[in-house]
């Protein structure tokens, strides 16, 4: 966040015009480049009539209302933040398909005249009364309906700029950048767009231009890799995270240098600084996250509650978050009904929010976080919130105590910071891993142990994963987890708790198939393995012709697995098929990596094949295939 006011003649590019120059359309393929990192970038500005207002989108998008609704309130903080600054921060809303919606044309990337819109305007009016009534169920009546059920969501990477200027009938300047994405990278894309809403609002859309032909010529963003990309003349080198594992480090590089590279999916803002004054509630904060408890998360402005609640996210990788989480919820996103007026929250759900009015509507909720400012108490002043968490459960894990007390040394140590948030972000790295250790063990249980070159060609299934099974097992191995040692309850049945509860989430069952489709994978590599490695001439020597033929035809069999994975054609990466600008398969779709290890797999394959005919009796070759 800054607060330094701008010189008057960076004011001549801020507004848009309809003889702004327009940018040249994209071809498909350019289009379909862009599209492996980002969907659009759209222009947010503050409408009298109309409050928050998507003004253009580059390139255009397709639309639907209210996803134009969700991105036009979102990308405005719902609270007074400053007078004169700007403001990076990130938000997280549903897909809301043409199909399910009340109907929109797509977007334009010319900006157009401020059209009237009754439902926004009439929400908008809606919003400021509430302020001045005491009931909540006026504002709930207010909020918009949604009938998406989409599990496909776009995420908004946003720099909001606000001047004071009395030229203007609010007395202010307001207008938002914002990249739209398919991507969870938020630490990439917070350094991305706070590079370019500065240039955007000094230059004008010659910027944008410029930067969409940037991203166009970025490498394809490959899984567990570090690539450099141009953002207007600067060098940034990211490393994206594998999967769901976690990326190791402190997470504060600017990604200018290549040997600290940014860490893509974690905000730059330091986890031991968003939650300074709640640092000993991390560890109830992790156990929440790992059995899917709804958490809200409440905080002076949008760009410390996202950041707290990706940090939240990245706390118990690789356990996935299988719940909905919001980096910043407001009153007017079209989920409002679907989390506010619930009886109980849904399962799993973590928003993040600014506006007051959420402390009041979910009063209800378990686990409801206050965050302060982040900084000494000698740095706050009267309207300081007080950081602290409601909570209705009580924590299980052991709460590492010289740990803490050493992070309460560092964190006001500018020097140590960085290294502070590095062991902090291990440190809970590894408690997961200890987490999971049972779970890996008794998995491992299930699955077929080795394979060999007798092994039947049939792969034998693996084992169902049966929770009281599990509960059982675990008494006897209960793993590296340290539980609470101050408790009226004993260790096991802390970490029976626990684990029951776990095993009850919808994180868990997305875990579960997550490492049933791995141990699939690990099964076909070792039984790949087994056949390209193995004596195969021995076999062929000692065994009967009947035994080699059938082990010639699982080697064929396997072989001719191989090409065809290499030549199917696969989507190139990027967003669902909705946004596509093409939906032609574009090469394999797979790593160079992926690529290079199944050709060698399918030389060794192809060689083995041709030593274990050398076995066999010359009548016996002539019949096979």
């Not at 408890?293 to 760009?303: A, C, F, H, N, S």
């Amino acid at each position: 966040m800054s607060s330094a006011p701008r010189d008057e003649a960076d004011m001549t590019q801020l507004t848009l015009s309809e003889d702004s120059v327009q940018p040249e359309p994209l071809s498909d393929e350019a289009l379909g480049a862009l599209q492996r990192w980002m969907l659009s970038i759209a222009c947010v500005h503050f409408d009298l009539e109309l409050g928050p207002d998507v003004e253009c989108m580059y390139p255009p998008l397709g639309i639907s209302k209210e996803e134009k609704d969700n991105i036009a309130f979102s990308s405005f903080p719902d609270t007074h933040v400053f007078s004169d600054g700007d403001l990076v921060f990130s938000w997280r809303v549903r897909e809301v398909p043409l199909d399910a919606s009340n109907a929109s044309p797509p977007a334009s990337s010319k900006p157009a005249p401020p059209r009237r819109s009754p439902s926004v305007r009439e929400s908008m009016t809606r919003s400021v009364s509430w302020l001045r009534r005491s009931r909540n169920e006026a504002v709930v009546d207010a909020s918009p309906r949604l009938h998406s059920r989409s599990t496909s969501y776009l995420y908004g990477y946003t720099y909001f700029l606000q001047r004071r200027d009395a030229s203007r009938r609010r007395g202010y300047f307001q207008k938002s950048l914002v990249i739209l994405s398919h991507l969870p990278y938020v630490g990439l894309f917070h350094q991305v767009i706070a590079r370019l809403g500065p240039a955007f609002f000094e230059h004008g859309m010659v910027v944008l231009e410029s930067f969409v032909h940037d991203v166009i010529r970025w490498p394809s963003p490959e899984p567990g890799l570090t690539l450099s990309v141009s953002v207007l003349g600067t060098l940034l080198h990211a490393s994206l995270p594998h999967g769901l594992e976690a990326q190791n480090g402190d997470g504060m590089q600017s990604g200018t240098s290549a040997s600290l590279p940014i860490l893509a999916s974690v905000p730059s803002t330091p986890l031991i600084q968003v939650f300074y004054e709640l640092l000993p509630d991390l560890w109830r904060l992790w156990e929440c996250m790992l059995t899917a408890e709804p958490i809200l998360i409440v905080g002076r402005d949008p760009r410390t509650t996202s950041d707290a609640v990706w940090h939240l996210v990245d706390l118990i990788r690789p356990v996935p978050v299988a719940g909905d989480f919001r980096p910043f919820f407001h009153i007017h996103d079209y989920d409002f009904r679907a989390f506010v007026t619930r009886a109980t929250p849904p399962t799993g759900v973590v928003l993040g929010a600014t506006n007051p009015f959420f402390l009041q509507t979910c009063a209800t909720w378990p686990h409801i976080v206050q965050l302060g400012r982040g900084d000494k108490p000698a740095h706050q002043g009267r309207d300081t919130p007080t950081a602290r968490i409601v909570s209705s459960s009580k924590r299980r894990v052991n709460k590492d105590t010289t740990l803490l007390k050493q992070l309460l040394q560092w964190r006001d140590s500018p020097s140590q910071l960085e290294h502070a948030n590095a062991v902090l972000r291990r440190y809970f790295s590894d408690l997961t891993e200890r987490f999971l250790a049972p779970l890996h063990q008794h998995m491992a249980t299930l699955i077929p142990a080795s394979f060999d070159l007798t092994s039947p060609a049939e792969v034998p299934p693996i084992k169902s994963f049966h929770r009281e099974t599990f509960l059982q097992w675990l008494k006897s191995h209960p793993g590296p987890l340290r539980m609470r040692q101050r408790s009226l309850s004993p260790a096991s049945v802390l970490r029976h708790s626990l684990y029951s509860d776990f095993l009850q989430s919808p994180n868990f069952a997305v875990w579960l198939q997550g490492r049933v489709e791995a141990a699939q994978y690990e099964q076909r590599q070792r039984r790949i393995a087994a056949l390209a490695m193995g004596d195969v001439v021995t076999f062929g020597r000692t065994r009967s012709d009947i035994e080699s033929i059938d082990l010639y035809l699982r080697l064929r069999e396997e072989l001719r697995a191989l090409e065809t994975a290499l030549q199917a054609p696969r989507a190139a990466p990027g967003p669902g098929a909705r946004w596509r600008a093409s939906m032609e398969p574009s090469g394999t779709g797979m790593s160079l990596i992926e690529s290079r290890a199944m050709i060698a797999q399918r030389t060794r394959l192809a060689a083995q094949m041709e030593r274990l005919l050398q076995t066999m009796p010359p009548d016996l070759r002539v019949g096979l295939p």
